[in-house]
């Protein structure tokens, strides 16, 4: 069974960078979309970024974009967010989430495998 193992979050300054990686354990990610989600508290879910599992192909949530970056190593198994510039908006638990297939989604129902998630917390 497939996990995955966020890690790299925790309390940063505005400005910041931080990048967060999502290991996986127990089987292969490769050629399945990946994203990542975030989520505040009392808040929904929401994507973040992701990244296709057949060309690489990336989508950011408009407010991420020049900001973060997604990206992937198939070889290791990881996927990374590097998230700079940080706002204290960004402070959130985020997720790594593995798509049913090769492709992005930007809704959650879409992603059959989740990791426990880490939290990132900007301070202004």
């Known amino acids: 069974q497939v996990q995955l193992i966020e890690s790299g979050g925790g309390l940063v300054q505005t400005g910041d960078s931080v990048r967060l990686s999502c290991a996986s354990s127990?089987?292969?990610?490769?050629?399945?979309?990946m994203s990542w989600f975030c989520q505040d508290s009392g808040q929904k879910r929401e994507f973040v970024a992701g990244?296709?599992?057949?060309?690489?192909?990336?989508y950011y949530l408009e407010s991420v974009k020049g900001r973060f970056t997604v990206s992937r190593d198939n070889a290791k198994d990881m996927v990374y967010l590097q998230m700079n510039n940080l706002k204290p908006e960004d402070t959130a638990v985020y997720y790594c989430?593995?798509?049913?297939?090769?492709?992005?989604?930007?809704?959650?129902?879409?992603?059959?495998?989740w990791g426990q998630g880490t939290q990132v917390t900007v301070s202004s």
């Open positions: 127990g089987g292969s990610i490769t050629n399945y979309g």
């Open positions: 989430a593995r798509n049913r297939a090769a492709w992005v989604h930007t809704v959650s129902t879409a992603y059959d495998v």
């Open positions: 990244i296709t599992g057949n060309d690489g192909s990336t």
